[in-house]
Structures are given as C-alpha cells and as structure tokens.
C-alpha cells in the first residue's frame, strides 16, 4: 500500500478533478467512502453534482475561512493511498478504515479529538483512494503534520499486515523524491518517456561518476545538454546548484530548475564536495601485463575496472560497516560509467541496473573510512576510454565486467538484507537481474566460440583438463546443468591458459580462491572470466589480439604438462588482481 502526499491552495479545483473523469477518462464512479463526520454530501450519489461539489467544498473550507489570515497558504492536504498490484479488491468500508487510520496517523484528524481537521475520501477506481483535507482545526489551529509521509508510510505497513496485503518494503528516508502526478502528466502530455526530475537525477549521476573536481562535473553537465545554474554567497563561493532541461518550462515561460538535493539527498553540492575530496579519482591504471598495444582502451579499462569490482565484493562481504558503505557509492559511480558508455546491445539493461542501484547507494550507514579511490579512478577511466563497439575484445571484456557487477550487487543485496535495508536490498537484486540480462547479451557470442573451441580439442587434451575440474572442482559444480557441455568454454580457457605458460591447476585454484561462487548462476561462466583475467587471455577469443608473454610456451599434452608446469612455476599469476596498485602516472 503506497501513500502520496501533497499540498495546494485550490480545494474546490482538486474536488473538481477527482469527480471529473480524468484526464484520460479513467475515473469511474467517483464517490465519497469517508469523512470528518460521515455526513459530508457526495456530488457522485447527487442528482446535480455540481451544487453539492460547491457545498461539499464550502464545508471543507468552512474553518479555513473563519481563520482568515492565520490559514496556511497551501491549505490543502491530498493523500492518494493506491494497494499494490495483485492485491484484493478493497470495498468501501474498508477504505473508510484505512482512511481513518492514515488522518490518525498523520495528525489530521487523531481518533477522538472533536477539534480535528475537516477531511474526506474519494474514491473513483478498484485500487486506491484520494484522502482531501483542510489545514485548519477547530480550534483555529494549524495541525502539527512533522513527519507526516513517515507516519503515512509506518501506518500502511500496519494496515498492510492487518488487512492481509501485499506487505511493501519499509522506507528509511534516504530515498529520492518521486515525482509528482503534476510532473508525470507534464512528461505525458510533452512526449517525454520520464519526468523532468528522472531525468536530471540520471544526468547528474552520470556527471559526478569518476568526476575530479567540482569544474569537470558542471562542464560534464553542461556537455550532456543539461542547464545549470550556481547559486553564490556574497564571496563568491558556490553554495549550490540548479538544474533544467532545455525546454521544459512553467506557465509563465520560465525554466523549471531543480536544486541538486531534491533530485537525491546525496546530489546537493556539499555532499558532491565530499564524494569528490574523500575519493578523488586518480589516472586510472593499466592491469599488469595487459597487451596495451593491441587491446582498445575501453576494454582495457573495463578489464582493469573487473579487478577493482572484484575487490569491492570482497570488502562487502566483510560485513564492517565503515569499508562497505563507501563501496556501494563507488560501485553506483561505476555501473553509471558502464551503462553511458556501453554497446547499444547491452546499453538498456545496464542503464536500467544503475537507475536500480541508485536507491542502494543510500543508507543512514556512515562510512568511517570514505576511500573510494579505486571505483571512482576505474569509473573515471571508463568514462574517458569512451564506448565500447560490443564486439571483438570489446564485447568479451564488457562481458567479463559485467559478470563480476552481479556477484558485487548480489553482494550489496546481502550486506543491507542483514541490516534491515529491505529497499536498498531490493534494489539490489533488481539491479543483479538486469545486469544478468545484459550479461546474456555480451557474452552470448563469446561463450559460444569458447565452447566450438573446448569441443574442438583432441580427445587427450580435452579430457586432460576435464580431469583436473573434476580434481579441484566439487562435482555438482563440474555437472552443472546435467552435462558435461557446460564445462566446455571453462576447458577451453584452461588449454589457452597452458599454452600462454601457466599451470592450469594452479590457476584454477587461484580463481576459486578468490572470492565465493555460491551466489553465481553459472560458476562455469564466473570461473572462465576470472581464468581470462588472470592469465591475461583475451576475453574475445576469436580477437587477434597477441597474447602476453609468459615464461615458456610448450605444446599442452599429458607427457609435457609437468615440465610445463616447472617451468612456469615462478610466474606471478596474481599480480593483475592487485587492488591497491597505484598508477606512477599523475
């Protein structure tokens, strides 16, 4: 059951719209379940409506009238209370009663008090109602309404588990705005897929990922067509900032701006300021042994970006709440850099699983220790590497980042369930679905030139590496899917690995220790990307690119493999996974 609260000065022009027909003929029936004293007159069960709606708002601006100056200016309270989709039909009655409950909660009209606020119900389709109420009492008072979406909120929780609905995740006041139904008719009526204020929040956001300074984020702004206006203090510092979409105006003609807090609690300029100094983005370094010549930089950044994601889960999975609150904004700065910057093949689904994290990066967590270097340097890397094409190297290393983003978002969805973030949970794992999409299109081509490639190995070979997965592998993991032909991009990744120099055992090992694969859907899959990465195979295998020397290259057959696997024994394998490297490069 959700609640939206809002405030105008027009009662009889909201009365007016609610038993109108909408602005899409969607109201039906329009009529009264509810009011202050149970005998407010229904314009929708009177022979002529229109008198009673005249009556029926002289009697709810009865108080505000006999105030006079001391009425608010916006004297009116409108709450529309909508159930949630697949919940039962609700009958009159019982929206009387949730009505009752939410002008208790809220303050309006509190149980017993005979001074209460003058308030009705309207209810004009199946699923919700509009609760209108005027901001004066009996007593000529103002209510005291602090807090009152809190309490709306708090009571539909109650009202939910009472009445068997559909129970919604509780909130915890650090999510952004909606918008509202004014802002929604307006992107309606213009063509617009998404509200002005969406948009900016997105804009934003995709400014402010990998950011180094104040300066680069308000030119990025402005880059992306976006208007800003800085307000000063009388030093001439910036205090904060306004955004606009070109075009969208009021009705008198002027620019509709929005202050960088109300598009998100965390986009006002000093929280911005403070992302910005405690996790300046460094130059963004090269993953050791990467072939710089031959691999484009958007897929060397995207490879160099796995290695930090990586990490990121790891910290997460610590459960210290000072490491983990300051990756979830850093990984919020990275999925903003993958989805602006990604192939249009994959480029709705990750811009979708960065719109969903958003609400994850916020929590009354504090981080003790902000250091959000390496996201914000990988992030920034990412975002001045340019787009990826989506195919070749490119595709296969988008591929790779995007299976390590489930693993780290899954992460997050288990760091908030275990604190009672139900939202950010939530969004969490919404953000995991639409990169595990986007990660079926990336990967889709090659994967499937990985398996033709294990398919394509002579019989010893194959059943060579097949040997060591059952070794070191548990057995349902090597016979995931009930056959043996969903290991076979995995055997393939070990025979290149062997012919590139490494021990294939060992770097397997290496792969599984690096960090759980319980929550993976394919470990196969997780297990082929972090072997590629390691071994700094390409991630494309059909890619020309020339592979980075390793100590030795012999011919991978069962009578070499142990003087093989001598003589590249001193191979430092995980020397590319190093999350603290630094770049020199300043």
């Given at each position: 059951?959700?609640?939206?609260?809002?405030?105008?000065?027009?009662?009889?022009?909201?009365?007016?719209?609610?038993?109108?027909?909408?602005?899409?003929?969607?109201?039906?029936?329009?009529?009264?379940?509810?009011?202050?004293?149970?005998?407010?007159?229904?314009?929708?069960?009177?022979?002529?409506?229109k008198?009673?709606?005249?009556?029926?708002?002289?009697?709810?601006?009865?108080?505000?009238?006999?105030?006079?100056?001391?009425?608010?200016a916006?004297?009116?309270?409108?709450?529309?209370?909508?159930?949630?989709?697949?919940?039962?039909r609700?009958?009159?009655?019982?929206?009387?009663?949730?009505?009752?409950?939410?002008?208790?909660?809220?303050?309006?009209?509190?149980?017993?008090?005979?001074?209460?606020?003058?308030?009705?119900?309207?209810?004009?389709?199946?699923?919700?109602?509009?609760?209108?109420?005027?901001?004066?009492?009996?007593?000529?008072?103002?209510?005291?309404?602090?807090?009152?979406?809190?309490k709306?909120?708090?009571?539909?929780?109650?009202?939910?588990?009472?009445?068997?609905?559909?129970?919604?995740?509780?909130?915890?006041?650090?999510?952004?705005?909606?918008?509202?139904s004014?802002?929604?008719?307006?992107?309606?009526?213009?063509?617009?897929?998404?509200?002005?204020?969406?948009?900016?929040?997105?804009?934003?956001?995709?400014?402010?990922?990998?950011?180094?300074?104040?300066?680069?984020?308000?030119?990025?702004?402005?880059?992306?067509?976006?208007?800003?206006?800085?307000?000063?203090?009388?030093?001439?510092?910036?205090?904060?900032?306004?955004?606009?979409?070109?075009g969208?105006r009021?009705?008198?003609?002027?620019?509709?701006?929005?202050?960088?807090?109300?598009?998100?609690?965390?986009?006002?300029?000093?929280?911005?300021?403070?992302?910005?100094?405690?996790?300046?983005?460094?130059?963004?370094?090269?993953?050791?042994?990467?072939?710089?010549?031959?691999?484009?930089?958007?897929?060397?950044?995207?490879?160099?970006?796995?290695?930090?994601?990586?990490?990121?889960?790891?910290?997460?999975?610590?459960?210290?709440d000072g490491?983990?609150?300051?990756?979830?904004?850093?990984?919020?700065?990275?999925?903003?850099?993958?989805?602006?910057?990604?192939?249009?093949?994959?480029?709705?689904?990750?811009?979708?699983?960065?719109?969903?994290?958003?609400?994850?990066?916020?929590?009354?967590?504090?981080?003790?220790?902000?250091?959000?270097?390496?996201?914000?340097?990988?992030?920034?890397?990412?975002?001045?590497?340019?787009?990826?094409?989506?195919?070749?190297?490119?595709?296969?290393?988008?591929?790779?980042?995007?299976?390590?983003?489930?693993?780290?978002?899954?992460?997050?969805?288990?760091?908030?369930s275990?604190?009672?973030?139900?939202?950010?949970?939530?969004?969490?794992?919404?953000?995991?679905?639409?990169?595990?999409?986007?990660?079926r299109?990336?990967?889709?081509?090659?994967?499937?030139?990985?398996?033709?490639?294990?398919?394509?190995?002579?019989?010893?070979?194959?059943?060579?590496?097949?040997?060591?997965?059952?070794?070191?592998?548990?057995?349902?993991?090597?016979?995931?899917?009930?056959t043996?032909?969903?290991?076979?991009?995995?055997?393939?990744?070990?025979?290149?690995?062997?012919?590139?120099?490494?021990?294939s055992e060992?770097?397997?090992?290496?792969?599984?220790?690096?960090?759980?694969?319980?929550?993976?859907?394919?470990?196969?899959?997780?297990?082929?990307?972090?072997?590629?990465?390691?071994?700094?195979?390409?991630?494309?295998?059909?890619?020309?690119?020339r592979?980075?020397?390793?100590?030795?290259?012999?011919a991978?057959?069962?009578?070499?493999?142990?003087?093989?696997?001598?003589?590249?024994?001193?191979?430092?394998?995980?020397?590319?996974?190093?999350?603290?490297?630094?770049?020199?490069?300043?």
């Open positions: 059951m959700v609640p939206d609260i809002g405030r105008g000065s027009r009662t009889h022009g909201l009365l007016v719209y609610l038993y109108g027909p909408g602005r899409r003929e969607e109201h039906t029936d329009a009529h009264l379940v509810g009011s202050w004293d149970g005998f407010a007159p229904d314009p929708g069960r009177d022979p002529d409506p008198v009673t709606l005249t009556r029926l708002t002289a009697a709810l601006d009865l108080r505000v009238k006999q105030a006079g100056d001391r009425a608010p916006k004297h009116v309270w409108h709450c529309s209370v909508r159930t949630a989709p697949g919940d039962r609700l009958d009159d009655e019982e929206w009387n009663a949730v009505a009752q409950r939410i002008v208790h909660a809220t303050g309006i009209a509190p149980a017993g008090d005979p001074d209460g606020c003058r308030w009705i119900a309207v209810r004009h389709a199946e699923d919700h109602i509009h609760i209108v109420a005027t901001l004066v009492r009996g007593d000529l008072r103002n209510p005291r309404l602090n807090y009152d979406f809190n709306a909120q708090a009571e539909c929780r109650r009202i939910e588990k009472k009445m068997g609905l559909r129970r919604l995740n509780a909130g915890d006041g650090t999510a952004a705005k909606n918008p509202s004014a802002e929604k008719f307006k992107a309606e009526r213009t063509g617009r897929p998404e509200t002005a204020r969406e948009t900016l929040r997105e804009a934003v956001r995709r400014a402010v990922a990998g950011a180094d300074s104040e300066e680069e984020f308000f030119t990025r702004l402005r880059e992306a067509g976006v208007r800003v206006k800085l307000r000063h203090a009388p030093s001439g510092d910036a205090l904060g900032y306004n955004v606009a979409l070109p969208d009021n009705r008198d003609g002027d620019p509709v701006w929005y202050p960088g807090s109300k598009l998100a609690p965390d986009l006002s300029l000093p929280k911005i300021r403070l992302r910005l100094a405690d996790g300046a983005a460094e130059p963004s370094a090269t993953a050791v042994g990467a072939d710089r010549t031959n691999w484009s930089p958007p897929a060397r950044q995207r490879r160099n970006a796995t290695v930090i994601a990586e990490h990121s889960a790891t910290l997460l999975e610590r459960d210290e490491e983990a609150a300051p990756q979830l904004v850093g990984v919020g700065e990275l999925l903003d850099a993958v989805a602006q910057t990604s192939p249009v093949t994959t480029r709705a689904e990750l811009a979708a699983a960065a719109r969903a994290f958003e609400r994850a990066t916020r929590s009354h967590v504090r981080a003790e220790r902000a250091d959000t270097r390496a996201l914000r340097s990988a992030a920034r890397g990412i975002v001045q590497a340019g787009g990826a094409l989506g195919r070749g190297e490119d595709g296969g290393a988008t591929a790779m980042l995007v299976s390590t983003l489930v693993l780290v978002t899954l992460a997050a969805a288990r760091w908030h275990a604190r009672g973030h139900a939202q950010q949970a939530h969004a969490s794992r919404q953000a995991a679905a639409h990169l595990r999409t986007a990660y299109q990336a990967a889709a081509t090659p994967m499937r030139m990985l398996h033709d490639q294990g398919r394509a190995l002579p019989d010893a070979q194959r059943l060579m590496h097949e040997a060591t997965l059952r070794a070191v592998l548990p057995e349902n993991v090597v016979r995931a899917g009930g043996e032909a969903r290991t076979d991009a995995l055997v393939a990744t070990l025979a290149q690995a062997e012919r590139a120099g490494h021990d060992a770097l397997l090992r290496q792969a599984i220790d690096m960090r759980e694969l319980d929550s993976a859907d394919d470990v196969n899959d997780v297990l082929v990307w972090r072997l590629r990465r390691i071994a700094q195979l390409p991630a494309h295998p059909g890619d020309g690119a592979r980075p020397q390793a100590a030795t290259r012999q991978t057959t069962p009578s070499s493999r142990t003087s093989e696997r001598n003589a590249t024994a001193a191979v430092p394998l995980g020397t590319a996974q190093d999350p603290n490297r630094r770049s020199t490069r300043r």
